[in-house]
């Protein structure tokens, strides 16, 4: 009995719904003029799990925190990331971001070590005094571009953190061609989902800003190596690591994973800092109290890392704030073998794409979801299960969940602190905001704000 009712389980696993799309095209169409509008109104239409294509390729959209779950972390082993990734492997390599299988687990368990809590902490000098250092050029009353400063900030935290101090200047070139390198993402991205070989770059301008990119890593990572100084940042760790055999990385995969850390490591804080300081000025009452536990915290000081367990409430921003806008709006995964999710058959080679951007703001998770709410997470509702674990997941989950999760969320706490301590912050009046999807959830035209600076601190 048992053989005769395996078989029929299977056969009768249908398909997802979702759009019929273009005979030829599919949903390229829809997804080209609105592609945040395009995959909300799909899981409008279709519910949890939709399947659609674009072209020959097959896609999946996932939406339930079960069925995420099920592929970052139940079933992790049958998806490797999905084709768009290619996009970022032309610049970064074999970087730990793009690598797979046992090439990626040995990299991941040589880096991992130096992002533990214990090996970040001495960082934070380093991002206090950046900050100080851009909060010090910032004059009453003027109008900035946040995002901007935001950008710079992170790029010369993470500079100063992997290389040590004499970067400045390389920090400023490595930031302008990862801009080049970055600023076409969704078409190069959508172009490694459809085509399955890499077009030569005949426009060139990204062909050349990698090649700048390389040339300066090559370049720091040769003079650290002559010099055979101990410098106690994070290339020492990487130059030191050994696998379990005892081989330390080769040159070229130090390269692809510095260049990893440098774009995974500045853009994302930069953007949730960004989106951060916009709700806020959004939310005048919210700017106050944390203003107020910034005065009973901290008064007139810098923050360290030990006062972070008692800046809840600037956590609690940053948590709602990365909830509402997440710096990555979205991850891919695509099926090794066919597989089952939330009763429907997803077929060996379909792309699974899994935003955070729509999960996050989905109503049954999050009452009232388009409200900025940092309450929401006074008693948080993921750790004491009232809502499921994947209905929240900015830095992703499973073994491939963020290496920098708690570098990121130190830099973003300290960064936050000073900023709100020392200005409030107001928009330009009549300052258009709005998102630009790209490797991140981009504020288009910038934050504009006026910076105001606050009184008294103490
Ligand atoms: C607010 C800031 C950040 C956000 C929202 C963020 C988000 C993410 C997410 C969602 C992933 C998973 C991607 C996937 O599963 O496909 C990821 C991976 C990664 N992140 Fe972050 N990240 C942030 C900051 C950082 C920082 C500061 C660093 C390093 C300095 C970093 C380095 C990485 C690396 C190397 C990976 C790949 C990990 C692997 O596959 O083993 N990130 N990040």
Redesign the pocket.
């Known amino acids: 009995m048992a053989t005769a009712s395996a078989p029929a389980t299977k056969i009768s696993l249908s398909r997802p719904p979702g759009p019929k799309g273009h005979f030829l095209l599919g949903s390229l169409g829809a997804v080209s003029r609105d592609w945040l509008g395009f995959y909300a109104q799909c899981t409008r239409e279709f519910g949890d799990i939709v399947a659609l294509r674009y072209l020959h390729v097959p896609i999946c959209l996932l939406i339930h925190p079960r069925d995420i779950e099920y592929v ?1 972390v139940t079933n992790q082993s049958n998806f490797t ?1 999905s084709s768009d ?1 290619r996009a970022l492997a032309r610049v970064l390599g074999k ?5 797979e299988g046992k090439f ?1 687990q040995r ?2 368990s040589l ?1 991992q070590p130096a ?1 533990r809590r214990e090996n970040i902490l001495s960082y934070a000098p380093v991002m206090t005094g950046e900050a100080r250092r851009m909060l010090d050029s910032w004059t009453d009353g003027e109008a900035r571009n946040v995002h901007e400063d935001m950008m710079r900030l ?1 790029l010369e935290i ?1 500079a100063k ?2 290389f040590g101090a004499e970067v400045g200047a390389a920090a400023e070139r490595v930031g302008k061609a990862m801009e080049v390198v970055t600023d076409n993402f969704m078409a190069d991205a959508g172009q490694a989902l459809l085509i399955p070989f890499d077009i030569p770059d005949f426009l060139g301008a990204r062909r050349q800003a990698t090649r700048e990119l390389k040339a300066i890593i090559n370049g720091i990572l040769r003079e650290r190596r002559a010099s055979q100084e101990r410098r106690g940042d ?1 290339l020492d760790m990487l130059l030191q690591a050994r696998d379990s055999e005892g081989r330390p990385m080769s040159d070229e995969q130090l390269r692809d ?1 510095v260049m ?2 440098f774009l ?3 853009e ?2 930069a ?2 800092l960004s989106w951060t300081c916009f709700l806020l000025t959004q939310n005048p009452q919210v700017a106050a109290t944390l203003a107020e536990e910034l005065r009973a915290v901290l008064g007139d000081r810098e923050p360290t890392p030990e006062d972070l367990p008692r800046l809840r409430y600037t956590d609690m921003v940053l948590k709602e704030s ?1 909830r509402l806008y ?3 709006w979205g ?3 695509k099926a090794i073998a066919d597989c089952e999710i939330g009763g429907y058959r997803v077929a060996a080679g379909t792309n699974v794409f899994i935003f ?1 951007w729509l999960t996050q703001r989905d109503a049954r998770f999050f009452p009232d979801p388009e409200r900025f709410d940092p309450e929401r997470w006074r008693d948080d509702p993921v750790r004491s299960g009232k809502i499921p674990r994947f209905a929240y ?13 708690a ?3 130190m ?2 706490t300290l960064l936050l602190a000073m900023i709100a301590q020392r200005f409030d912050l107001d928009l330009v009046p009549g300052h258009p905001v709005e998102i630009l999807g790209s490797v ?1 959830l981009r504020p288009k035209h910038g934050i504009r704000v006026i910076a105001h600076r606050r009184e008294v601190l103490a």
């Open positions: 970052l990331k990734y970087g730990l971001l793009n690598s990626w990299q991941r880096i992002f992170t993470v953190c992997l994070l994973e990893t850390l995974a490591g500045h994302t804080t953007i949730a990365m997440p710096a990555v991850i891919g995964r955070q997941f900015p830095f992703g989950g499973g073994p491939r969940v963020c290496v920098g999760a570098f990121a969320m830099e973003a991140t």
